[in-house]
């Protein structure tokens, strides 16, 4: 026979420390990100889009070039630039798919995966086609 549910169990449990200094980090280099993005001339069209098969950081887009930015923040940019799984690549991927079916634009020409590098006391550093798909 089941235990009866506690009260107690449905009581969320609040996220640990690092993981709320994590998820701020996150949010402050994805803006940093998009702030150089719109510095060079990008407009962004989505920020943080969830989709079922994962979430895409950025969508910007140049003229009739869309790009799909993976922003990573680490203490340097060199550590930044180590972490970019295969397994996240194929999640962002699978992700653009779904945006582009539910934002169809004619106008698009091409279509890129870049990478944003961010690390404190640095200026972002952009990498264009960081990845095919």
């Known amino acids: 026979m089941a235990r009866?549910?506690?009260r107690k169990?449905?009581?969320k449990h609040p996220p640990r420390p690092e993981r709320v200094a994590a998820f701020r980090t996150g949010i402050s280099a994805e803006s940093r990100a998009a702030a150089f993005?719109?510095?060079k001339g990008y407009r962004i069209l989505a920020r943080r889009w969830k989709s079922p098969l994962g979430e895409i950081d950025i969508v910007a887009r140049?003229?009739?070039l869309l790009i799909?930015?993976?922003v990573k923040a680490r203490a340097s940019l060199d550590e930044a630039a180590e972490v970019v799984t295969p397994r996240q690549r194929s999640r962002i991927a699978a992700a653009a798919e779904i945006w582009l079916a539910r934002h169809p634009d004619e106008s698009v020409q091409?279509?890129?995966f870049d990478?944003?590098?961010v690390a404190p006391g640095k200026l972002p550093r952009h990498i264009p086609?960081?990845?095919e798909t």
Do not use: G, S
């Open 4 to 6: 009866p549910i506690d």
């Open 9 to 11: 169990d449905l009581v």
């Open 37 to 39: 993005l719109l510095a």
């Open 62 to 64: 140049r003229r009739r």
């Open 68 to 70: 799909f930015v993976e």
């Open 110 to 112: 091409d279509i890129r």
């Open 115 to 117: 990478a944003m590098l």
């Open 129 to 131: 086609a960081a990845f």
